[in-house]
């Protein structure tokens, strides 16, 4: 481990001391973790061992967190996705094309637990079939169980008040997370929010097996000009401009990539008639 890692890795502990209880009950749920010593130095190393074992001798980076959070969380995928100031989220790694699909709900959305952990606390959600989960994300639920997702752990990715994004953890399957499992989550979420800190983006690392991690389509480039070209063809914000290319995805059931792309082609402007609010394209 790197100096300056290991350094971020303290400085992320400290902020964790004084979060546990609140990491202990999500929107959705809770688990009574309380104050169990989750950042304890022997769960962190043991786990960092693994990470720095899945990596093989290669570069540690959030691909191997998002393996052993599978594995030593009891979890079926993983994905990490970071958030910047005015801009959509965008997916780092997802492990398989579930994950990827899922991330990709939560970007056309704007809702889900991964969407609420990046402003509240970790979303802990042991079954997306609870009505109190169908009624607080209304679209996200119904659309994240067809592909094959029950439950979901959102921890968000900070240092103090400082928020990078957020490590998602799906189940196929409902059930709750026991203390360790939720323990050893919350490690894992501060050493991939460390890997973020320490380490500039390495784009596609290639896998101790060969292969490559599942492309999740970041970065997502043609979003952020599409969203540009919007805020100048509708004379609003940003955040309106994404709220407006969100809702056209959803409402023509699309991939917000998709639509972007076709917005910076110029394939479908933003100009929505006086009386009737359509938009056109060319």
């Given at each position: 481990m790197s100096r300056s890692l290991s350094y971020v890795i303290r400085l992320v502990a400290v902020a964790r001391t004084?979060?546990?209880?609140?990491?202990?009950?999500?929107?959705?749920?809770?688990?009574?973790?309380?104050?169990?010593?989750?950042?304890?130095?022997?769960?962190?190393?043991?786990?960092?061992?693994?990470?720095?074992?899945?990596?093989?001798?290669?570069?540690?980076c959030v691909e191997y967190v998002c393996a052993v959070a599978m594995?030593?969380?009891?979890?079926?995928?993983?994905?990490?996705?970071?958030v910047l100031?005015?801009?959509?989220?965008?997916?780092?790694?997802?492990?398989?094309p579930v994950a990827a699909e899922v991330e990709e709900l939560a970007l056309t959305l704007g809702e889900g637990p991964g969407v609420d952990a990046l402003t509240g606390g970790p979303a802990l959600v042991a079954d997306l079939m609870a009505a109190d989960c169908l009624a607080r994300w209304p679209v996200f639920a119904p659309a994240a169980l067809r592909a094959g997702v029950r439950a979901v752990f959102a921890l968000p990715l900070q240092v103090g008040g400082i928020r990078l994004g957020v490590l998602d953890l799906y189940r196929a399957g409902p059930g709750e997370l026991d203390r360790e499992q939720l323990a050893d989550a919350l490690v894992l979420a501060d050493t991939a929010c460390a890997l973020l800190l320490d380490t500039a983006p390495r784009g596609e690392q290639p896998r101790s097996d060969g292969a490559g991690p599942e492309p999740a389509g970041s970065p997502h480039s043609e979003v952020h000009q599409a969203t540009g070209m919007i805020t100048v063809q509708l004379g609003v914000t940003v955040a309106v401009a994404l709220v407006r290319l969100r809702a056209y995805a959803y409402a023509h059931d699309r991939r917000l990539r998709d639509v972007?792309?076709?917005v910076v082609a110029r394939r479908l402007r933003f100009d929505p008639d006086a009386e009737t609010g359509r938009y056109r394209g060319g």
């Open positions: 004084v979060e546990v209880s609140e990491a202990a009950r999500g929107p959705i749920g809770s688990t009574g973790l309380g104050w169990v010593d989750v950042m304890s130095a022997d769960r962190r190393m043991r786990l960092w061992g693994l990470v720095v074992q899945r990596a093989g001798g290669g570069p540690v594995s030593a969380v009891g979890v079926d995928r993983a994905a990490v996705a970071v100031s005015a801009s959509p989220r965008e997916t780092m790694y997802a492990s398989d972007a792309a076709d």
